[in-house]
């Protein structure tokens, strides 16, 4: 066992070294950038956009001293609730058998999307349909005030502001459930990914036979999937100090969570675990079946049908988020696969500890059994010969070796 | 004492018997070699001999141990299909492949750097594999092979895509190592380089053994070939020849007869055939090999060996 460790610590070491001072690392840590930066740029785009349209302008047509109240009404309650909350009224011509109200909806200057006459008794309001279900509410109320004639008093509220509420809790604690899974599972897809392809660097440069000579294949293993982890956690660090960093300038722009059932220090702490385990079990499956494919082509066509699976893993465990103690959240929980994602949704909204322990002790298990079959599949089914003529026959066939583990 | 010892290894890929119950015995500190065409299974029994894949029957034990990846910080091993990390320094290198055999990563670089120097490839420790040439990569790689000074070393086919400098270079290195007392276990097509170097041979076809024993018992397989010129062609001296003699011109061949080169030369002078010239040749390894192992194997180790050359 204490060999086992020592050469899957100097695999492991090289590896992170070789990765760690590559420049393909650096582009690596940039890669999450692009996204970041395309959302950002998207989102002052749309912003801009949104505020560089034209607020919907409901023209006011009816006589003079009415239009005028409704108009004066408007501005009053849009200083108490707040100007985009109410439609932009527009005094136009009273309505007459030559100016009609579909006449002004038409003209295109008048950039009309209804069109009020009427009295302030009883206001007609002329448009299509959504316009009119989204307003009218409101110009009833502009109505009812202008018709008081500025009579009411709204009352000041005395605001009094807690954390939380119990009624709301929940439903709070479920948003860190799933924002916290999403993120998870960013990370594990952009991260175990990379471990598919790991061996293929020893395959191509024909250094695995020294490796599989001097050390156990499972050394070989653990210390090619641990060096990935370490790598991933450097990367982690990177960007959530850039992270960090960006949270500090903007202040309270960002969104801040809930906190959740098991108090932030422990969500953090059980996050950190669940992705360490969510990606040694994923990478161990990858270097498995990363360990049969003999080239990056090979990869590619394997890495398809993996990140599929990875979505559908992601599917359920956001399902069962909602569906705490029911079948599909328990499944979700005991399922190796989406066990990491569905505890770290549990953190978030149950107190209770001993649950994760055991947890992490099976998703562990479960590691050492992928990584067995994946040794197990690679010493079968890898280097059958040597320069002999056998070579080029085997080839086809080792990603199909996988399906003959009996044999 | 036996450094290898193998009983009736077999190794099965799906409907081909690669091995098919071979039994090795390599003694301490000899250089032994074993002789087979490509494809004759010399590279599959090599990795069953050191834990790389499993035999599906037999059993094999590795410097008195039947789990032969214990004793890994023991052997140094160079694979036929040569690679290294391009992005690696020649001296990190070596230091990485000793740590993989249990030597700490310093103390490799410091017998890197010796043995580099040795090697007068000094200059290179601390360039890139990919800044090497393929010969000076190869020396990198079979002094990581080294560097953690191993009891055996198994070599597979060692001397392939060498050029010929180069091979007379780690003929040097194979006997400056067995003279240390390390025992050497190499792989071939090559007979010279087995002839050369061995003391004792196994020949591998088709995945079984024809021979495992002293290149000398495997000479001593064929009799001495005489070639003898003589003045006259017929006389009583005859007699003395054996009838399966081949005749060019005044020119006699044949093997020597069991009752050895006396009788025969005693037979002539009396007989006066006129004795011009006459030699006895000894058969060499490649003679014995074809002997053991049939001509058409011999035939196409030739081929492959011209092949390499080529």
Redesign the interface.
């Known amino acids: 066992m204490m ?1 086992t460790l ?2 899957a610590f ?2 492991g070491r ?1 590896d992170f070294t ?1 990765i760690i001072f ?1 420049k393909a690392f650096f582009f690596f840590l940039l890669g999450p950038m692009f996204p970041i930066l395309v959302g950002v740029a998207a989102g002052s785009l749309s912003g801009q956009v949104a505020r560089d349209m034209e607020r919907p302008t409901i023209g006011v047509a009816m006589v003079k001293a009415d239009s005028v109240k409704m108009l004066a009404a408007r501005e009053t309650l849009a200083e108490e609730l707040g100007d985009r909350r109410l439609p932009v009224l527009k005094e136009v011509p009273p309505i007459s058998e030559a100016e009609t109200a579909e006449h002004l909806l038409k003209d295109k200057k008048n950039g009309l999307i209804a069109v009020l006459s009427g009295t302030l008794d009883k206001p007609v309001m002329t448009g299509t349909k959504s316009p009119i279900e989204n307003w009218e509410g409101e110009i009833a109320l502009i109505s009812a005030y202008a018709k008081s004639g500025g009579q009411w008093s709204l009352p000041d509220v005395d605001t009094r502001l807690v954390k939380q509420s119990a009624g709301n809790v929940k439903q709070l604690r479920l948003v860190t459930a799933q924002s916290s899974q999403v993120l998870l599972f960013m990370l594990t897809m952009l991260l175990a990914g990379m471990v598919l392809s790991n061996l293929v ?2 395959k191509s ?12 294949m499972d050394a070989v293993f653990l210390g090619k999937l641990f060096a990935m982890l370490a790598m991933a956690f450097v990367g982690i660090t990177v960007w959530a100090s850039i992270g960090g960093v960006l949270a500090l300038i903007s202040g309270s722009a960002l969104p801040s969570f809930p906190t959740p059932a098991v108090g932030w220090p422990m969500f953090i702490t059980l996050g950190i675990v669940y992705f360490a385990t969510a990606y040694l079990i994923l990478g161990s499956l990858f270097l498995g079946i990363g360990a049969m494919a003999a080239t990056v082509r090979e990869v590619q066509t394997l890495s398809m049908p993996v990140t599929m699976a990875q979505l559908i893993v992601f599917f359920i465990a956001m399902y069962s988020v909602t569906k705490m103690g029911q079948p599909i959240e328990l499944f979700a929980v005991f399922f190796p696969f989406t066990s990491p994602f569905a505890m770290l949704a549990r953190a978030a909204q149950e107190p209770v500890l001993w649950t994760h322990a055991l947890a992490i002790f099976g998703q562990l298990i479960f590691v050492v059994i992928v990584l067995r079959v994946g040794v197990t599949l690679f ?1 079968r089914n890898v ?8 070579v080029k026959k ?1 080839n086809g ?1 080792r990603l199909f070796g996988l399906l003959r583990v009996g044999n | 004492m036996h450094a290898i010892e193998a009983r009736g290894l077999v190794k099965q890929f799906d409907d081909f018997r690669a091995v098919d119950g071979i039994d090795l015995n390599v003694p301490e500190g000899s250089i032994y070699g074993v002789l087979g065409p490509n494809g004759a299974g010399k590279t599959t029994t090599l990795r069953m001999l050191l834990g790389i894949i499993d035999p599906d029957g037999g059993t094999r034990t590795l410097l008195g141990s039947d789990r032969p990846l214990s004793q890994a910080h023991q052997v140094g091993y160079l694979p036929e299909e040569r690679g290294l990390y391009q992005s690696m320094r020649a001296i990190d290198t070596i230091a990485f492949m000793g740590a993989l055999r249990g030597l700490p990563l310093k103390e490799g670089a410091r017998r890197g750097r010796i043995l580099l120097e040795e090697a007068g490839l000094g200059e290179a420790a601390d360039r890139q594999i990919r800044q090497l040439s393929k010969g000076m990569a190869q020396t990198v790689q079979l002094m990581g092979t080294i560097v953690h000074e191993p009891k055996l070393i198994v070599l597979d086919e060692p001397f392939s895509g060498l050029d010929a400098l180069n091979q007379a270079k780690l003929e040097r290195m194979i006997r400056a190592q067995a003279s240390r007392g390390v025992t050497i276990i190499f792989s071939t097509h090559v007979i010279a380089h087995a002839e050369r170097l061995c003391e004792r041979i196994a020949i591998i076809a088709k995945g079984k053994i024809s021979f495992d024993g002293l290149v000398q018992t495997a000479r001593d397989r064929l009799r001495p070939q005489v070639h003898l010129e003589t003045e006259t062609l017929d006389g009583p001296w005859r007699a003395a020849l054996p009838a399966d003699c081949k005749i060019e011109g005044n020119w006699w061949h044949f093997t020597l007869p069991e009752s050895g080169v006396e009788p025969l030369l005693k037979a002539l002078v009396e007989g006066k055939a006129g004795v011009r010239s006459l030699s006895i040749e000894r058969p060499g390894l490649h003679d014995a090999f074809v002997a053991i192992a049939g001509e058409t194997v011999a035939a196409e180790m030739d081929q492959q060996d011209a092949g390499d050359r080529l």
Do not use: W
């Open positions: 060999e020592r050469a100097v695999i090289r070789a590559s660097e020893e440069n024909k250094i695995i036979e020294i490796l599989a000579a001097s050390v156990p010493r280097m059958k010969s040597g320069s002999g003529g056998r085997q066939r």
